[in-house]
C-alpha cells in the first residue's frame, strides 16, 4: 500500500505560480511512475505531468513549457511547479503512483483556483 498526501493547492492571480507537493508513504520500493492528474468541475479527471523513477517526463499539451514535474526519490516526493497559471488550471490536483505491478493510488487532491 502508498499513501500520498498532497500540499501546495490555494488561490492565486493569473499569471502567477504555485508549487504542488506530494509526499508518499508505506511501501516504497512498488512505486514507478508519480504524477498529476486534474479534475475541473463538470469534467473528467486528466493528465498533468508524470514522472517515472529515472526522471523521464510526460506532460499534458495544456501545460507543456509552464509547468515542471520532478522528483526526489530520496524523500519519495513529487512536485509539480506551475507557472502563468491560467483560470482554466482551476481544478482538484491529484496525485497520482503507479506501482510497478500497474496498481494505482491517489491522494486526496488539493484545490488550485486561478482568479483575479
Known amino acids: 500500500q502508498v499513501q500520498l498526501v498532497e500540499s501546495g493547492g490555494g488561490l492565486v492571480q493569473p499569471g502567477g505560480s504555485l508549487r504542488l507537493s506530494c509526499a508518499a508513504s508505506?511501501?516504497?520500493?512498488?512505486?514507478?511512475?508519480m504524477g498529476w492528474y486534474r479534475q475541473a468541475p463538470g469534467k473528467e479527471r486528466e493528465l498533468v505531468a508524470t514522472?517515472?523513477?529515472?526522471?523521464?517526463?510526460n506532460y499534458a499539451a495544456s501545460v507543456k513549457g509552464r509547468s515542471t514535474i520532478s522528483r526526489d526519490n530520496a524523500k519519495n516526493t513529487v512536485y509539480l511547479q506551475m507557472n502563468s497559471l491560467k483560470p482554466e488550471d482551476t481544478a482538484v490536483y491529484y496525485c497520482?503512483?503507479?506501482?510497478?505491478?500497474?496498481?494505482?493510488?491517489w491522494g486526496q487532491g488539493t484545490q488550485v483556483t486561478v482568479s483575479s
Open positions: 508505506g511501501t516504497i520500493s512498488i512505486i514507478n511512475i
Open positions: 514522472i517515472t523513477r529515472s526522471g523521464g517526463t
Open positions: 497520482y503512483v503507479l506501482s510497478f505491478a500497474r496498481r494505482e493510488f
